[in-house]
């Protein structure tokens, strides 16, 4: 379309589609008083509304909350007739809003945009249309959607059918009549699953040829729920409030209940009743452990399985209809209305292609490994080249000559799913990085339009003119994101969010899963921060904060919120006694951690009077002799026991193979410096001098201890060493307290806030030793001789106040000539490497730890695998 004459070619902002980000950016950046043009190839508003017209569209997540809350006139004027609205009406209210706001002035539609190029010199963006035409923008918003490039039929034959071919994402607008016709389905994703039903009703045949069994609940649909229309009634502002900062975009209460601890009947009443109220975000909330622990997935898949095989007549269709080899969620699931039941009618047919794969499609039809199929037409539902399709085959150049298409060959890589460096003034909405397809997407393009808006106002009135991140903002965020992803089970389904749907695209977590109102929070602190990880100029001036907004591990900094919200007191302000008792009450209700073979409590004669040890056999194969492992429990001297490190120690023995010993020393105030050190001492002489009776292999003993544990391990190899023996093989100190000098950086970083804090540390030294003795290497092993001793795996933690200290006791060893391992347990504080079935992102380190402690046995059997 050309463009009137008055009109300049050039504008502060360009922006590429017209669906519901696209509309709504425009509003804003209009709101801001910019000039701004929007392209778009369709003929008209709608996005992904105006394309996906195949029979049956709908949404999926309720319309009264898949709607834009800006204006509350708009939501007063509009109703929504249905829960789950059809995209006739979608459309319909698209097109209602653009009327409203008089968007459409602004929009150039049947404008595909081709080409855009960052002019360095200018400060532009150089935007080449469809004709060759070209426009000039200080800001260039791609607002294209995440599933609107549909996936290219690749099927062998493809282009060979003479009949009509239709893709669900491309229908077309005049509809499709299939009465009397034989029809084959490709596909059985969302749009497969919401159009087959429908298909069926008039084709004289269907055929349905499924690569992978989706699950999928029914939405009954039905008029809006009576209860979200009560609280948007009582009280609109606070329900899209509770929106933007819950989970998914909808505001739902999530479960604290965890499928193991829950009775048959209350897993039974909360999944029927998640199935009767046929919500996404009701079925992915029924157990709080199910889209992490293999265990609670099978659980609600299982039950899931269960009702497609009550609905399907035909027990050999119900079993290929049922989903298997990926957990419930980690795939999009689906909303359906009748879609099981249709594979009852006689002349439905599903084509499983795990059993009997597609060979070709032929000039007529299409041909299995086993059977040759007849059709008159084919539907291709079968899906999208997601989240980055639309970007990377934009054709966008950035600084340098630098295309998008080759900086994210290996995957994408954003900030904050908004912005990626060297594209300066280039935003994303709902980009990859974003929580977008995992959420409710209408509240999601609200907030990442009004960031933008909020982004481009700051520019202005500060004088800037461009906006770009760091590399090393950037690379935070990628690492924040795929860490996110990794504590669930996401990454291990072949799935759009991963890429796996399209041959050859590189397999990364591509959307957030951290949660609406936790990244809301990150982008509202990167703003705070005065724009943190991004570069900023203007005439004359370069701002940069430069820094990583999210660098804790994600469940670690659950688990701080958690004990936050608890308000406990101060350990340091409290007296030993009751110190212990809160510890002991705080791990109450932990995960008792891996089942080992065998567990024995016993005594050992100490230096005074016997010592409590407990000993942790593996379990299964080989039989025979173990080597050992003598571990000692943290807690400052003065606090823990046998208890206290159970889980941990039923850990390290599963993963390495070996028996440990967990020796339960004397503590401080009761009975301070040096004796805890000598009670360790004693310990690691007589679990040598006894190796056989315990089941050890003799000479293949180790150490290992946690915090104040790890300082009476270290200790002991410098005793041991002294001595002349037992020789240590080997010792693993956790996150170790090596020295009493509190001075050290992370004492100043970490001091405060991270569950042990720099105050409890002096308290812990205060009760155990006299200052005069804190010198002494026994105390502080990092002052002691460290030739001769056995090789060392140190695990130090970002958040831990002893962080520099175990980084100082490994270079210092190194310095000795004695072997090291530095494990950096990266985003982790001192306590939740620990914290075993709680802390999943500890498990890779603890797995680490377990294979030092490996290689501290060159000899040992193979270990037994814990995930
Ligand atoms: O696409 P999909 P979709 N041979 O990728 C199969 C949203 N959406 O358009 O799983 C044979 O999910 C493929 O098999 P497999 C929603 O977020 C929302 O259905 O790769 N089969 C799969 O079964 C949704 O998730 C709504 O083994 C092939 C199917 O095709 C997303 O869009 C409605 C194949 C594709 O499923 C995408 O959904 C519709 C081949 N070569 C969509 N290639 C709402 O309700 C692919 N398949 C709001």
Known sequence: ???????????????????????????????????????????????????????????????????????????????????????????????????????????????????????????????????????????????????????????????????????????????????????????????GIQSIPLIARQASQLTVFQRTAN???????????????????????????????????????????????????????????????????????????????????????????????????DPETAEALCPRGHYFGTKRPCLDTGYFETFNLPHVRLVDLRKEPIVSITEDGIETAGESFGFDAIVYATG????????????????????????????????????????????????????????????????????????????????LETIEPTELAEAGWNQHNQDCAAITLHPTANSWYMGANVPGKPRVFLPYIGGVGAYRQACDDVVTQDYLGFTRTGPGAVRCTDGVIRSMQPDVAMVMEFVNA???????????????????????????????????????????????????????????PRPVVVYFHGGGWVLGNLDSDDPLCRDLCARSGAVVVSVNYRHAPEVRFPAAALDA????????????????????????????????????????????????????????????????PSYEENGDGYILTTALMRWFWDHYADPADRGDPRAAPLRGDLAGLPPACIVAADFDPLRDEGVAYARALEAAAVPVRLTRARGHTHTSVTMVDVVISGAPVRAEMAAALGNFFPAAEPRAHVS
């Open 1 to 191: 379309m050309n463009k009137p004459a008055s009109v300049p070619e050039q504008f502060d902002a360009v922006v590429v589609g017209a669906g519901f980000s696209g509309l709504y950016m425009l509003y804003r950046l209009r709101q801001l008083g910019l000039s701004v043009k929007v392209f778009d190839s369709a003929g008209d508003v709608g996005g992904t509304w105006y394309w996906n017209r195949y029979p049956g569209a709908r949404c999926d997540v309720p319309t009264t909350d898949y709607t834009f809350s800006f204006d509350p006139e708009l939501e007063k004027e509009w109703t929504w007739s249905e829960k789950y609205a059809t995209q006739p009406e979608i459309l319909e209210y698209l097109r209602f809003v653009a009327d409203r706001h008089e968007l459409r002035s602004d929009i150039e539609f049947s404008t595909a945009v081709t080409a855009a190029r960052w002019d360095e010199p200018a400060k532009q963006w150089v935007i080449t249309t469809g004709g060759g035409r070209e426009v000039r923008c200080r800001h260039y918003i791609m607002a294209t959607g995440c599933l609107s490039v549909a996936k290219s039929p690749d099927i062998e034959g493809a282009e060979r059918f003479a009949g009509p071919v239709y893709f669900t994402s491309r229908w077309p607008h005049e509809g499709v009549d299939f009465t009397g016709q034989r029809v084959a389905v490709i596909g059985t994703g969302s749009s």
């Open 215 to 313: 699950f999928s609940i029914p939405a009954h649909n039905g008029p809006a729920p009576a209860e979200t229309l009560r609280q948007l009634d009582e009280g609109r502002d606070a329900y899209r409030d509770a929106a933007r900062w819950s989970r998914g975009g909808v505001p739902v209460e999530p479960t604290d209940v965890l499928a193991g601890a829950a009775s048959e009947e209350v897993r039974r009443e909360r999944f029927e009743a998640a199935w009767q109220q046929g919500e996404l975000f009701g079925i992915l909330n029924i157990f709080a452990d199910q889209g992490v622990n293999p265990a609670a997935n099978d659980i609600v898949a299982e039950m899931i399985r269960e009702k497609i095989r009550a609905t399907v007549n």
């Open 384 to 463: 999208f080249d997601a989240m980055t399709g639309a970007l990377v085959g934009a054709d966008v150049t950035g600084r340098d000559g630098l295309t998008l298409k080759d900086k994210w060959v290996a995957g994408p890589s954003t900030y904050l799913g908004l912005m990626t460096t060297g594209f300066p003034n280039f935003f994303m909405l709902t980009g990859p990085g974003s929580p977008s397809v995992l959420s409710n997407m209408a509240v999601s393009i609200e907030q990442h339009v009004d960031w933008v808006a909020g982004c481009l106002k700051d520019l202005r009135d500060e004088g």
């Open 566 to 624: 608890l308000g406990l007191p101060a350990m340091e302000t409290l007296s030993a006694a009751e110190a212990r008792a809160l510890m002991a009450a705080t791990a109450e209700d932990r995960p008792p951690g891996p089942e080992v073979g065998e567990v024995t409590d016993g005594v050992i004669p100490g230096p005074d009077g016997d010592l409590p040890y407990r000993l942790y056999r593996p379990a299964g194969p080989p039989e025979g």
């Open 681 to 744: 001492f004693a310990a690691v002489q007589w679990a040598d001098a006894n190796a056989i009776e315990l089941g050890g292999i003799p000479g293949q003993l180790a150490v290992a201890g946690w915090s104040a544990g790890a300082n009476v391990a270290a200790v002991a190899c410098q005793l041991a060493r002294d001595a002349g023996g037992p020789r240590i093989t080997g010792q693993l100190l956790i996150c170790p307290a090596v020295d009493s000098d509190l001075t050290r």
